[in-house]
């Protein structure tokens, strides 16, 4: 029988995951001969959290300090009850015993590499570091390939940046943090998703949705939140080395030290890649050259009353792309971009008040990019200051919470986008240079909000949340109103609705750098407005127990009404322009997305992951030639259908793991060219596979990406004459590189 176990722990903490202390124990079995032995695997976790962690080889366990005080630790093994718990030396120690009771299940969520919650009130997918190890996640780009929800593609054929995609819609449209701190936004939204380093990464929470009014008001179809490893890691030093049959090397260290009250973490990283390939003959090469420096240290301080983090993280990359050197034209691309970050968090608790305290977070980002993609010359500095104040109380204890906090965001933008010209006049030819876009501006955005959560019992959750924020360039004030509510008919099924408002501030460039890899001819229109958007949605999670083997089914309906789209139109060859949709009803633009997630334990060693989305998603789009025509059409280079395979085999040791992945990727409506004949592009299958074999301290994995080889054809429209108005490299819906196989090794000396 799967049995909750719960302890009563009187902890302080404040809302934002990671900033109070740990919570260290361990979980034994009390055989029938009074042998005390450890249970691995076993499922820790806090209620009405995503707050999880399992138990290693060792049974031990280390789980940072849930969001409110006072909290339910629950523990949970399949087979298993209670038979004692006790506190020694400052541990949490929990013993179980075999309960062969199985003709009732009780299933509250299980902690495996991924896993979809019953207990939060949100829509939550956790993918675990042992998820994240399936794959070679080099960088956040490449966490998601074992997932259903967010899809990746590159953004174009020549500089290596890549996107994602969720619920129906761009990347730019989902809130990404990093431990609830803002992440990828303003000048980092094209290339930002190469810049975390996968071995960084503990977990990644995707939530589907708008979400908790207390993270902002960005997300339109949901957040991914990232949490780092933690001073707290088990792991004294990790080393990851990888390499790949293209020449790409990559370098990754992380540090634990502790001192007293004091603990600190540092993570180094080094990726490098200098070798051309050009494996279509396009004389363009298939795989920029870069050069990236990762750098990531922190600081935690823990006492009685306070608990603070202070971070610093810093990078610099240059990226080089285009033509080969034997080329017949020339075609470049370079780009540099340069990041330093400070942040910080910070949470007081109030002794007499128990369940009552605050926290303040802060991050500081300076961002400098410079870029060159054949003749046209972008230039982009980005100063941003976040602060978030949060307070939490209640009205009855254990019956209610409520959230309440002031936020300010501010942004200095300095960009210049510049086209070099041949001057046609004159006897002696000469150069000039043409500005296409020029911005000095400063986003002054101050918020205050509320949130109101109600629980009844363990069936129904109802939370209300409000943002009010005001917007110096447009002087309005924006109401950004959210409601989230989860009913469990019983305890393995979980029914939620959703529905809020977000807004968002974009930037055009930035924000679609990779459309730069064209010769169209640019227009923006003046004064475009914030981005605004109701999102609504319905979930259903089941945990089931057949044939003794544990399964979860998951349904996602989400949709997406814009009420002020920043159209990005590439519909007439030669032309991008971008205009906002202001005439709500008429001229409209919206996503529906469906989803159905399956994952079985076949056997103890055999688990398979089954999913299939189906996406629809239109917008407006206006006439380059006659503004008063607009005609609705499904958004470009967006796959209609998904699905995904995932197979996970283990031997009985667990030192030999095989982990393949089948991704289906269906059709996708291509914007007009000359060169292409067709309006949709063909579906294809993609499979990666990875062998890892554990030999003590040691991982030892091997893996292939795109095994099957497909790539699309021509990725680079008209190559053998880069200055012409139709060559284009940004209309790409299919893998450019083909079959590579990547190989590593990974350390960890514990504690």
Same mark, same amino acid.
């Given at each position: 029988?799967?049995?909750?176990?719960?302890?009563?722990?009187?902890?302080? &903490?404040?809302?934002?995951?990671?900033? $109070?202390?740990?919570?260290?124990?361990?979980?034994?079995?009390?055989?029938?001969?009074?042998? %005390?032995?450890?249970?691995?695997?076993?499922?820790? @976790?806090?209620?009405?959290?995503?707050?999880?962690?399992?138990?290693?080889?060792?049974?031990?366990?280390?789980?940072?300090?849930?969001?409110?005080?006072?909290?339910?630790?629950?523990?949970?093994?399949?087979?298993?009850?209670?038979? =004692?718990?006790?506190?020694?030396?400052?541990?949490?120690?929990?013993?179980?015993?075999?309960?062969?009771?199985?003709?009732?299940?009780?299933?509250?969520?299980?902690?495996?590499?991924?896993?979809?919650? %019953?207990?939060?009130?949100?829509?939550?997918?956790?993918? #675990?570091?042992?998820?994240?190890?399936?794959?070679?996640?080099?960088?956040?780009?490449?966490?998601?390939?074992?997932?259903?929800?967010?899809?990746?593609?590159?953004?174009?054929?020549? *500089?290596?940046?890549?996107?994602?995609?969720?619920?129906?819609?761009?990347?730019?449209?989902?809130?990404?943090?990093?431990?609830?701190?803002?992440?990828?936004?303003?000048?980092?939204?094209?290339?930002?998703?190469?810049?975390?380093?996968?071995?960084?990464?503990?977990?990644?929470?995707?939530?589907?949705?708008?979400? &908790?009014?207390?993270?902002?008001?960005?997300?339109?179809?949901?957040?991914?939140?990232?949490?780092?490893?933690?001073?707290? &890691?088990?792991?004294?030093?990790?080393?990851?080395?990888?390499?790949?049959?293209?020449?790409?090397?990559?370098? =990754?260290?992380?540090?634990?030290?502790?001192?007293?009250?004091?603990?600190?973490?540092?993570?180094?990283?080094?990726?490098?890649?200098?070798?051309?390939?050009?494996?279509?003959?396009?004389?363009?090469?298939?795989?920029?050259?870069?050069?990236?420096?990762?750098?990531?240290?922190?600081?935690?301080?823990?006492?009685?009353?306070?608990?603070?983090?202070?971070?610093?993280?810093?990078?610099?990359?240059?990226?080089?792309?285009?033509?080969?050197?034997?080329?017949?034209?020339?075609?470049?691309?370079?780009?540099?971009?340069?990041?330093?970050?400070?942040?910080?968090?910070?949470?007081?608790?109030?002794?007499?008040?128990?369940?009552?305290?605050?926290?303040?977070? #802060?991050?500081?980002?300076?961002?400098?990019?410079?870029?060159?993609?054949?003749?046209?010359?972008?230039?982009?500095?980005?100063?941003?200051?976040?602060? /978030?104040?949060?307070?939490?109380?209640?009205?009855?204890?254990?019956?209610?919470?409520?959230?309440?906090?002031?936020?300010?965001?501010?942004?200095?933008?300095? =960009? =210049?986008?510049?086209?070099?010209?041949?001057?046609?006049?004159?006897?002696?030819?000469?150069?000039?240079?043409?500005?296409?876009?020029?911005?000095?501006?400063?986003?002054?955005?101050?918020?205050? @909000? $509320?949130?109101?959560?109600?629980?009844?019992?363990?069936?129904?959750?109802?939370?209300?949340?409000?943002?009010?924020?005001?917007?110096?360039?447009?002087?309005?004030?924006?109401?950004?109103?959210?409601?989230? %509510?989860?009913?469990?008919?019983?305890? &393995?099924?979980?029914?939620?609705?959703?529905?809020?408002?977000?807004?968002?501030?974009? /930037?055009?460039?930035?924000?679609?750098?990779?459309?730069?890899?064209?010769?169209?001819?640019?227009?923006?229109?003046?004064?475009?407005?914030?981005?605004?958007?109701?999102?609504?949605?319905?979930?259903?999670?089941?945990?089931?127990?057949?044939?003794?083997?544990?399964?979860?089914?998951?349904?996602?309906?989400?949709?997406?009404?814009?009420?002020?789209?920043?159209?990005?139109?590439?519909?007439?060859?030669?032309?991008?322009?971008?205009?906002?949709?202001?005439?709500?009803?008429?001229? #409209?633009?919206?996503?529906?997305?469906?989803?159905?997630?399956?994952?079985?334990?076949?056997?103890?060693?055999?688990?398979?992951?089954?999913?299939?989305?189906?996406?629809?998603?239109?917008?407006?789009?206006?006439?380059?030639?006659?503004?008063?025509?607009?005609?609705?059409?499904?958004?470009?280079?967006?796959?209609?259908?998904?699905?995904?395979?995932?197979?996970? @085999?283990?031997? *009985? /040791?667990?030192?030999?793991?095989?982990?393949?992945?089948?991704?289906?990727?269906?059709?996708?409506?291509?914007?007009?060219?000359?060169?292409?004949?067709?309006?949709?592009?063909?579906?294809?299958?993609?499979?990666?596979?990875?062998?890892?074999?554990?030999?003590?301290?040691?991982?030892?994995?091997?893996?292939?990406? /795109?095994?099957?080889?497909?790539?699309?054809?021509?990725?680079?429209?008209?190559?053998?004459?880069?200055? *012409?108005?139709?060559?284009?490299?940004?209309? %790409?819906?299919?893998?450019?590189?083909?079959?590579?196989?990547?190989?590593?090794?990974?350390?960890?000396?514990?504690?």
């Amino acid at each position: 029988m799967l049995k909750k176990i719960t302890t009563f722990l009187i902890l302080f &903490s404040f809302y934002f995951s990671a900033i $109070g202390q740990s919570i260290d124990g361990r979980v034994l079995e009390e055989t029938s001969n009074g042998k %005390i032995v450890p249970i691995i695997g076993a499922n820790v @976790y806090w209620e009405n959290t995503t707050i999880g962690t399992v138990t290693d080889k060792n049974g031990y366990y280390s789980i940072q300090e849930a969001p409110s005080m006072p909290a339910n630790l629950l523990v949970s093994f399949i087979g298993y009850k209670v038979a =004692n718990t006790e506190i020694k030396d400052d541990k949490y120690l929990f013993y179980l015993t075999p309960n062969l009771e199985l003709d009732q299940v009780n299933i509250k969520e299980k902690k495996k590499s991924s896993n979809i919650s %019953i207990i939060s009130k949100l829509n939550t997918e956790t993918l #675990t570091n042992k998820e994240l190890e399936k794959a070679a996640c080099c960088n956040l780009s490449e966490c998601f390939e074992t997932n259903a929800t967010v899809d990746v593609a590159y953004n174009d054929a020549i *500089s290596g940046a890549k996107k994602i995609k969720m619920l129906g819609l761009d990347g730019i449209y989902t809130q990404i943090t990093q431990e609830n701190l803002p992440l990828i936004r303003g000048l980092s939204s094209s290339f930002g998703l190469l810049y975390t380093p996968g071995p960084y990464i503990e977990s990644i929470q995707i939530i589907k949705g708008t979400g &908790s009014v207390i993270n902002g008001f960005e997300s339109f179809t949901g957040q991914i939140n990232l949490e780092y490893f933690k001073p707290d &890691s088990p792991e004294k030093f990790y080393y990851n080395l990888f390499g790949t049959t293209e020449g790409k090397v990559e370098n =990754n260290f992380r540090l634990v030290k502790r001192s007293g009250k004091w603990k600190s973490n540092l993570f180094l990283h080094h990726s490098y890649h200098d070798m051309e390939i050009d494996h279509n003959n396009d004389y363009f090469l298939d795989m920029p050259h870069h050069n990236h420096f990762n750098l990531f240290n922190r600081w935690k301080y823990e006492s009685d009353e306070i608990g603070a983090q202070f971070y610093i993280r810093g990078f610099f990359e240059t990226r080089e792309g285009g033509t080969i050197e034997s080329a017949p034209v020339n075609y470049d691309v370079e780009i540099e971009n340069r990041l330093l970050e400070f942040s910080s968090k910070t949470g007081i608790r109030l002794p007499e008040k128990e369940g009552k305290s605050f926290g303040l977070q #802060t991050s500081f980002r300076f961002h400098e990019m410079d870029a060159q993609y054949g003749d046209k010359f972008f230039e982009g500095f980005q100063k941003s200051a976040y602060l /978030n104040f949060v307070g939490q109380t209640y009205f009855q204890k254990d019956i209610d919470k409520l959230f309440f906090g002031l936020s300010l965001y501010l942004d200095e933008y300095n =960009n =210049n986008l510049e086209k070099l010209n041949l001057a046609t006049e004159g006897i002696i030819p000469a150069w000039y240079s043409m500005t296409l876009f020029d911005e000095e501006r400063q986003d002054i955005i101050p918020g205050i @909000y $509320g949130e109101y959560t109600y629980f009844l019992d363990e069936i129904l959750i109802v939370s209300t949340g409000l943002r009010a924020d005001y917007y110096n360039i447009t002087e309005k004030l924006y109401g950004i109103p959210r409601i989230n %509510i989860k009913y469990n008919p019983n305890e &393995s099924t979980a029914i939620r609705l959703t529905g809020g408002r977000a807004l968002r501030i974009s /930037n055009f460039i930035s924000d679609n750098i990779s459309l730069l890899a064209s010769n169209r001819e640019i227009s923006i229109s003046n004064n475009l407005l914030p981005e605004i958007a109701w999102n609504y949605g319905l979930n259903l999670s089941h945990c089931f127990y057949l044939f003794d083997r544990e399964g979860t089914l998951n349904v996602d309906f989400y949709r997406t009404d814009f009420e002020n789209h920043v159209v990005v139109n590439m519909e007439d060859q030669g032309m991008l322009s971008f205009t906002n949709l202001v005439d709500y009803g008429k001229n #409209t633009s919206f996503s529906n997305a469906l989803q159905f997630d399956f994952s079985y334990s076949v056997s103890n060693n055999f688990d398979m992951k089954l999913a299939y989305k189906f996406n629809q998603a239109k917008s407006t789009y206006p006439d380059n030639n006659m503004w008063d025509v607009t005609e609705l059409k499904e958004i470009p280079l967006l796959p209609k259908q998904r699905g995904l395979v995932n197979l996970i @085999y283990s031997n *009985s /040791n667990e030192n030999w793991m095989f982990d393949v992945t089948l991704n289906y990727v269906g059709k996708s409506r291509i914007p007009q060219h000359e060169s292409i004949s067709k309006e949709y592009s063909e579906p294809f299958s993609i499979i990666n596979c990875q062998i890892t074999h554990k030999l003590n301290d040691f991982d030892f994995y091997i893996g292939g990406e /795109n095994l099957l080889e497909y790539k699309q054809d021509n990725p680079i429209l008209n190559y053998e004459n880069p200055s *012409s108005d139709s060559f284009d490299a940004s209309l %790409i819906w299919a893998p450019v590189m083909g079959r590579r196989i990547y190989f590593g090794l990974r350390y960890k000396l514990p504690i």
